[in-house]
């Protein structure tokens, strides 16, 4: 994306409310999606990173957003946690990270890599909906860009910074440690400097998007997400599958509150964190609407209404102050209404 975001699984920040460029729904089975390859991974796992989202791509045509490119980054053995990337523009990108060719194929994989295009989807789908109903959000939306790239080089602003001050210290002899101490010295300075400007521009946009927190936008892509890849897979473990391996649960991030096997309720919910904070609402309708024979054969259009009550909810919520920070509680209710509003007469 404009800015670099980290899913695991979830993004820091999202082009939400803008369309994605040269976006349009694929009819026939991923033929019109131009998909490029890359990374160090093998070539049977890019291959099934491939295929699972070409069949994705197919499944979910007649009701979500299909973007018409997508560039695939497939990593062997450089992460003990599954973290994916994903990265939005003209091309959007996705890097899917696996441990060792045993897990290619298998439920962690699998989860990883159709979370992460859920995303692509699910974001695209809602970004379609509120463009064409609550155009005033994309004023909204093109400023938490901004302010989403703007963080992303506060970052690696620090982190370049370091890494030459740790380069210049391995260079040094006797006779250079002065010199280059006041060089180290005058880069932080200048790079500090740029920081702090980058940093009143953020503040700038929080104030003048009335310091909507990112929570409330994140989450619904979160669900969307999640929704996306427990219809693909049939599997309502996907996502606890991906972020558990070989026993251990990734720390970082709240595992079973995506086991939507336990029926996660709204009432007492107080998980807040941006991966799980709709959980019970994703349970709510995988419970209520996937587990329905009459919906089984029309999961991309349940999620393509739960995309459209995500709308409005988030609308509504952006219009009035005093939704922004409801309780995790309050929020799952209000959309749970929304979603049954929309399924019930169906």
């Known amino acids: 994306m404009a800015l670099s ?61 299909i973007p018409s490119r997508v560039h695939l980054e497939v990593a062997a053995g450089n992460n003990d946690e599954p973290f994916a990337l994903l990265h939005f523009g003209e091309t959007p990108r996705i890097f899917v990270p696996y441990l060792n060719e045993a897990e290619v194929g298998g439920k962690a994989f699998t989860g990883v890599a159709l979370h992460e295009h859920g995303h692509l989807l699910g974001t695209g789908t809602l970004e379609a909906i509120a463009a064409e109903k609550y155009p005033h959000l994309a004023a909204l939306h093109e400023a938490r860009v901004r302010a989403g790239e703007l963080a992303n080089k506060v970052r690696l602003g620090g982190l370049r910074a370091m890494a030459l001050s740790e380069m210049l210290r391995g260079r040094v002899v006797i006779e250079e440690k002065i010199a280059v101490q006041q060089r180290i010295a005058r880069m932080r300075q200048s790079k500090q400097t740029q920081i702090n400007g980058w940093l009143r521009e953020i503040d700038k946009i929080q104030e003048a998007t009335h310091n909507a927190p990112l929570p409330m936008f994140v989450g619904y892509e979160e669900l969307l997400a999640d929704l996306v890849t427990v219809a693909k897979t049939g599997d309502e473990q996907a996502i606890y599958h991906a972020l558990v391996r070989d026993g251990r649960a990734c720390e970082s991030y709240p595992a079973t509150a995506r086991d939507f096997t336990l029926g996660h309720k709204p009432e007492g919910w107080t998980e807040d964190d941006v991966h799980a904070l709709l959980s019970p609402a994703a349970s709510h309708v995988i419970e209520r609407y996937f587990r329905d024979p009459r919906f089984a054969a029309r999961k991309p259009y349940v999620i393509r209404q739960v995309a459209e009550a995500a709308a409005e909810d988030l609308n509504e919520r952006f219009l009035d102050v005093s939704l922004q920070n409801i309780k995790p509680e309050d ?4 959309l749970i209404a929304k979603i049954d509003a929309r399924l019930r007469a169906h």
């Open 331 to 334: 929020a799952n209710v209000r």
């Open 5 to 65: 975001c980290v899913s695991a699984f979830g993004c820091a920040e999202s082009y939400i409310f803008k369309r994605p460029e040269g976006a349009h729904r694929v009819i026939v089975t991923g033929t019109h999606q131009t998909i490029t390859v890359s990374g160090n991974g093998s070539a049977a796992a890019k291959a099934e990173v491939e295929r699972l989202v070409r069949e994705a791509n197919s499944f979910f045509s007649s009701d979500l957003v």
